[in-house]
């Protein structure tokens, strides 16, 4: 068994001071980064915790009984987040991602659904407010999920096998109870729900077809992403990951898949359709996702900005540091002065990590400085 080599530095307490500027403009709803690209699409993690140690995320070697938690008093409130949801969809967001950790063991997060469910875009539309969960308390969620607004859901699920699954959450957590999750939130309404499979090389690529047969013609999208080296804890290395173009070859050989056109500028997934016995795309077959954060870099229109659990901004999934908004929030800065002090850090944002990957010098891919998915969010 190979050995992991856990570098222990606490990212989480490096930061960027945010200024406010002397002339805070208003928010136009179009704020461009040095690469062009706009900001619609902010992912806020609610929690640092979670129930499941899956190896990739959170082994259990470092997130033991002495990690230390981010105590409650440094989280963002509902307020905090709901009145930064606004400043953000003022400067152009629509979409907004509740992720974590596990994002269902923050209490009442329903609370917060409503309260994002209620802003709107700077156009004056609802926006597209979703969650990424490993379903685990979802049955017991979903109808309150529902019923606050959340338009769209993602479930992760590394396999159909119950011992892969198993020994991938570390925690003895059931294949069924994933299941039963979505089951309930399919009954609830939800439509168009989405299954992430991080597909990682030996551990579970032979989950792939399994998984592929369960979730066709089910409503559900199936994406498989590449296990991609983020954090500093999980050990990556490259021979884990099994590049998309292969996923996909496995899958041609059972399955037609006919190419189909992204759904929108700076979607992360390449979408592929089930296709009929004419080779066309089938509909009722549904559709699989694949996100090649590793082998097809997609930078050039990365549209994401993150708010971590205590209110840091991070402009790219791999930044060492984040903008901290908190001590602006509680320090008293108005919403024109926070708007202000948010614009400059979007027009400045030049990141493009993953494009540029294995032209990068040794020492800024050093994982030593990466934060963790865990903290940041996916
Ligand atoms: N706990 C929730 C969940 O698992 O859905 C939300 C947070 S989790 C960090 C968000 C997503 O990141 C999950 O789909 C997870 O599988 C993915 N993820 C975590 N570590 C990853 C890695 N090293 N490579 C690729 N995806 C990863
Ligand atoms: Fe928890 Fe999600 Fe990370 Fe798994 S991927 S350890 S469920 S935060
Ligand atoms: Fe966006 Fe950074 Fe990922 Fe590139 S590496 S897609 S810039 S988050």
Same mark, same amino acid.
């Given at each position: 068994m190979a050995v992991r080599v856990i570098p222990l530095v606490d990212q989480r307490t490096a930061a960027l001071s945010a200024a406010v500027p002397r002339l805070c403009a208003s928010p136009t709803g179009h704020l461009l980064d040095q690469l062009g690209r706009p900001l619609r699409d902010l992912r806020i993690s609610v929690t640092d915790r979670c129930n499941f140690r899956c190896q990739y995320c959170m082994p259990k070697e470092v997130f033991d009984k002495d990690y230390t938690y981010l105590p409650h008093s440094a989280l963002l409130s509902f307020e905090e987040i709901t009145r930064l949801a606004r400043i953000f969809l003022a400067h152009g967001v629509h979409k907004i991602r509740l992720t974590g950790g596990e994002p269902l063991l923050r209490k009442n997060l329903e609370a917060l659904v409503a309260q994002l469910a209620a802003l709107r875009t700077a156009e004056g539309l609802a926006p597209d407010v979703t969650l990424t969960t490993n379903a685990s308390l979802l049955a017991r969620k979903a109808r309150a999920l529902k019923d606050a607004g959340l338009n769209r859901l993602t479930v992760s699920l590394d396999a159909l096998d119950d011992a892969v699954f198993r020994r991938m959450n570390d925690v003895d957590f059931a294949v069924t109870d994933v299941l039963k999750g979505i089951e309930t939130a399919q009954a609830v309404g939800f439509e168009r729900i989405k299954v992430n499979m991080v597909v990682q090389r030996g551990t579970n690529d032979d989950q792939i077809l399994p998984m592929a047969r369960f979730f066709r013609g089910t409503g559900v999208t199936l994406r498989f992403i590449e296990y991609m080296d983020v954090g500093a804890t999980n050990g990556w290395c490259m021979d884990e990951v099994l590049p998309s173009s292969q996923v996909r070859e496995r899958l041609q050989a059972e399955f037609p898949l006919v190419a189909l056109a992204p759904g929108s500028t700076g979607e992360t997934a390449a979408r592929w359709g089930h296709a009929n016995a004419l080779g066309e795309y089938d509909p009722a077959l549904g559709e699989v996702g694949?996100?090649? /954060?590793?082998?097809?870099?997609?930078?050039?229109?990365?549209? $994401?900005? $993150? @708010? /971590?659990?205590? #209110?840091?901004?991070? @402009?790219?999934?791999?930044? /060492?540091? #984040?903008?901290?908004? $908190?001590?602006? @929030?509680?320090? #008293?800065? /108005?919403d024109a002065e926070l708007a202000g002090a948010i614009a400059p850090m979007w027009q400045q944002r030049s990141d493009q990590y993953s494009q540029l990957r294995s032209s990068l010098p040794p020492s800024s891919a050093s994982p030593g400085k990466r934060i963790e998915m865990s903290y940041i969010g996916g």
């Open positions: 694949f996100i090649s /954060s590793v082998t097809e870099a997609f930078c050039h229109d990365c549209n $994401r900005a $993150r @708010l /971590s659990t205590e #209110g840091k901004l991070y @402009l790219c999934l791999f930044a /060492s540091q #984040g903008w901290d908004l $908190r001590s602006l @929030l509680r320090a #008293g800065a /108005s």
